[in-house]
């Protein structure tokens, strides 16, 4: 994505708004409650921050969050325009690039009243003007407007939608109409896929239909295809939230949504069309389920201090090798470490290395892989799927990084293009990473073709990254967590789910993916994700319609309100409560108030400082176990008794599936969560939807502990699959290395080294027959 361009805002300077606090005019928002010249300052501040937002730009991103962002924006502002010595009315364009840098052009404006500025309501056509009562809460009739229509039509897009100052659309049809810019004269720009107005040219138009004022429906975020196409207007959202119409339908935040039904409708001919299926989530074979692991993943992975005591916590860092920000302040960063010894819960055979946390510590929470085909033929390849996450990443075919059976091959592809300008690099907390090249090429899922998705392969990757990851992650957060940059700067690009949506082949009822998991102690049924289409069965079979909730994506993950938790009919309130969903997790991770309330009803659970978090005795049965529902918007859903007990801590105890978030201010709801509940990721819409989803049958019996003789099988096992995907792999690529003038003298060796390796699958064999049908503990992995 370019960044030959910046958004801006242009908005109103006026020394008469300081009046404004101690005013009648109650309704006027933002300005009502500061003492401020600017006028709706902190609606201007928004519509530059959803712009930051949907191109991902990070340090724009950081410039506007927040209070700190909004003062900081009103102090720069005052700053450059002389606030102190200007007595008239300015009209201020605000400018902020890729980078954050901010810069403010002003020009003079004519003095208006403050009626004109916060009208209480819209009068009628005819109704009298009073325009010398001040007020009298009612706009002023002038100046009055010639207004035009457009000769030519305009796309809608991203540059619709957003104030940027790539304004060609806008300049072309004002020079068209003939109109300067002082001239009393307006022209409607129409959009060219429906002959609808989608906006003035330099104003927000309102209508007078069926004896109501209406105005061009314009989505809070940019969803094609969702609206007018117009801009995301400052004084139209005032007008929309603030005046007391009863004469004015002018919806701002949606259209009326689309009945289910229908919904289904469109879905169903979508899936007949393209042929779409079911993805299979397959329980990935090298996953083992660690409790503490998992939880030092987390810690990891978003890099959050804990609040309850354990082995592994963050530690202020000074990067030596670094460039300091400030001069006299150097780089420094929270790096993951733990105490020594190592715990035992981890690994009591590991050597005491003080504060380094390895890949033994911790593990990659792929605990289901799906098939993905990408490339010209295809190639298939078994990938996570992230919803915490944004890059589509794969081990490069060369570089031998992969554990997966499967690398992709992009010089077996037609359709791949190397993009040399671009890379990417994720690193976390431990100094773990994974980088390497980017390229574009097909992707299909679920029967579903997407078009020039970048692609990035890995040329250098810690073995944090690498482990039982299959053959790559596939990210369906929002695409400013993507991690690609373009000669150097952060350059985010499209996820899958936002390739698929800008296609046009792809109707707006079906811009989504859903979700469905199932727990590995069951057997009967499938796990899968859909993409562009709704199971519509298995939301009849839960008796319930769908709940939605309004995602907030400022920070790139499916982020909801969620503000009360009941435990066995307990409610505890959480205001202002924010938790994601992420299929990245296993565990569901809540504040530590939530959690004590928790386990003080689960008889026998402690905490374990040993193994950094709440533990529960597996004698327990599923009556002793509570009621627990986290909400999910404004409906509460509960997690099943089964997700409560995550995986076995010790011959005594499980390790509990929830767990303290420590300082993360946010919850992160996790499969213990999502194995619950059916999952609607729509993305189109910018919502989160469930129904739920609880199995009749929980199985609480924890498997068995494993012999001497079921462990050693187990660990022969892995060793065997390591051991043979090495053989095939060097088989492999010593031949295709060479030219084909000499690949015949090294397809001996080659043959050579592949006999050594039948001997591998053999010895496996034998050890899977010597587990026999033990189906427990260590065995039940290995066999």
């Not at 990938?383 to 075919?397: E, H, R, Y």
Request: hydrophobic share 30%; with cysteine.
């Amino acid at each position: 994505m370019d960044a030959d361009f910046q958004f801006f805002s242009s908005l109103r300077y006026d020394p008469s708004l300081r009046d404004v606090p101690n005013s009648s005019f109650t309704h006027a928002g933002w300005n009502h409650i500061n003492t401020s010249p600017l006028y709706m300052l902190d609606y201007h501040r928004d519509r530059m921050l959803r712009a930051a937002t949907y191109w991902g730009w990070s340090e724009a991103i950081a410039t506007l969050s927040g209070d700190a962002g909004l003062k900081q924006l009103e102090t720069f502002i005052l700053r450059n325009i002389g606030d102190e010595s200007q007595q008239t009315p300015l009209r201020v364009k605000v400018t902020v690039s890729k980078d954050g840098n901010m810069s403010v052009i002003t020009g003079p404006v004519p003095q208006t009243t403050l009626s004109n500025l916060y009208p209480q309501r819209f009068p009628a056509p005819g109704h009298p003007f009073d325009d010398t009562a001040a007020e009298s809460h009612l706009p002023s009739k002038t100046p009055e407007y010639e207004v035009v229509i457009a000769d030519l039509r305009t796309r809608p897009s991203e540059y619709t939608h957003f104030k940027t100052t790539k304004r060609e659309m806008y300049d072309t049809a004002r020079e068209r109409a003939h109109i300067n810019l002082l001239d009393k004269k307006e022209v409607l720009i129409i959009n060219e896929e429906d002959g609808s107005i989608m906006e003035g040219s330099t104003t927000t138009p309102y209508l007078w239909r069926d004896g109501k004022w209406v105005t061009p429906i314009v989505s809070r975020d940019y969803r094609p295809k969702s609206d007018s196409g117009g801009q995301d207007g400052t004084s139209r959202r005032w007008a929309l939230e603030r005046i007391k119409h009863s004469n004015m339908y002018v919806p701002w935040r949606e259209p009326k949504p689309t009945p289910v039904s229908s919904i289904f409708q469109v879905q169903a001919a979508l899936r007949q069309e393209f042929g779409l299926t079911k993805v299979k989530a397959i329980r990935n074979k090298n996953y083992t389920p660690h409790g503490t692991k998992s939880y030092v993943r987390l810690l990891n992975r978003f890099g959050f201090q804990p609040t309850k005591p354990g082995p592994y916590f963050h530690k202020c860092t000074i990067d030596k090798n670094t460039a300091p920000r400030l001069i006299g302040l150097p780089r420094s960063h929270n790096a993951l470490v733990r105490k020594t010894p190592v715990p035992p819960a981890v690994d009591a055979s590991q050597p005491d290395v003080p504060g380094e946390v390895t890949a033994e510590d911790q593990q990659n929470d792929s605990m289901y892989l799906c098939e993905v085909s990408i490339g010209t033929p295809a190639q298939k390849l078994m990938l996570d799927f992230d919803t915490g996450s944004s890059d589509l990443w794969l081990p490069g075919w060369l570089s031998g990084l992969g554990s997966g059976p499967n690398n992709f091959d992009p010089s077996k592809s037609s359709t791949f293009k190397p993009d040399g300008d671009k890379a990417w690099m994720i690193t976390y907390g431990d100094g773990s990473s994974a980088s390497g090249n980017v390229g574009t090429d097909v992707v299909t899922i679920g029967g579903l073709v997407i078009k020039d998705q970048a692609v990035e392969l890995a040329t250098q990757m810690s073995a944090q990254f690498s482990q039982g990851a299959g053959d790559g992650l596939l990210g369906l957060a929002f695409p400013m967590l993507n991690t690609i940059t373009t000669n150097g700067q952060h350059d985010p690009q499209p996820t899958p789910i936002v390739n698929m949506i800008n296609q046009s082949d792809i109707p707006k009822e079906a811009e989504l993916f859903t979700s469905c998991f199932y727990s590995s102690r069951d057997k009967e049924q499938d796990s899968f994700y859909t993409f562009g289409w709704i199971d519509d069965e298995l939301v009849k079979a839960s008796g319930e319609d769908i709940t939605w909730a309004d995602i907030d994506n400022s920070e790139g993950f499916w982020m909801f309100p969620s503000e009360s938790f009941t435990v066995n009919g307990q409610k505890i309130a959480a205001s202002g409560n924010k938790a994601i969903a992420d299929t990245g997790t296993t565990l569901a991770l809540v504040s530590d108030s939530v959690c004590d309330a928790l386990y003080k009803q689960i008889k026998g659970s402690f905490y374990s400082e040993e193994y950094q978090g709440y533990l529960i005795p597996n004698t327990i049965t599923a009556d002793d176990l509570p009621d627990f529902s986290v909400a999910v918007g404004s409906k509460e859903f509960v997690i099943q008794k089964e997700g409560l007990l995550f995986a076995p801590a010790d011959s005594k105890n499980w390790y509990g599936g929830v767990q303290s978030r420590g300082q993360n201010p946010f919850d992160i709801l996790g499969d213990t969560f999502l194995k619950s509940i059916y999952a609607i990721w729509d993305q189109g819409n910018n919502r989160f939807g469930a129904v739920p989803k609880i199995e009749q049958i929980q199985n609480i019996t924890p498997p068995a502990e494993g012999s001497g003789a079921e462990t050693k099988c187990g660990s022969a096992q892995k060793k065997c699959e390591k051991a043979e995907s090495k053989c095939e792999k060097k088989a492999e690529s010593k031949c295709e290395k060479k030219a084909d003038n000499q690949c015949e003298t090294t397809q001996k060796k080659c043959e050579t080294t592949e006999a050594k390796c039948e001997t591998t699958p053999k010895k496996c064999e034998k050890k899977e027959s010597e587990c026999g049908d033990k189906e427990s503990g260590s065995c039940q992995t290995a066999c």
